[in-house]
């Protein structure tokens, strides 16, 4: 894993994607998932299976 500098991007995308943070509220678990822009799609933890998925924003603000 040496030779080429830092890699930001995983691939070609063709699709405007972009990695979102999800947690999970029944258990905690938080992931990443891809997300398309302005695709709002349902989610289920991929724990425990819940529904109960809340979007985390990148910048934390007040709220
Ligand atoms: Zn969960």
Known sequence: MRGCGPRGFEGFAMATTS????????CGHEYTEKVEKGEDKERSCPKCR???????KKKAGSG
Not at 50 to 56: A, D, E, G, V
């Open 19 to 26: 990695t979102e943070t999800f947690r999970c509220m029944m």
């Open 50 to 56: 819940s529904n109960s998925i809340r979007h985390l």
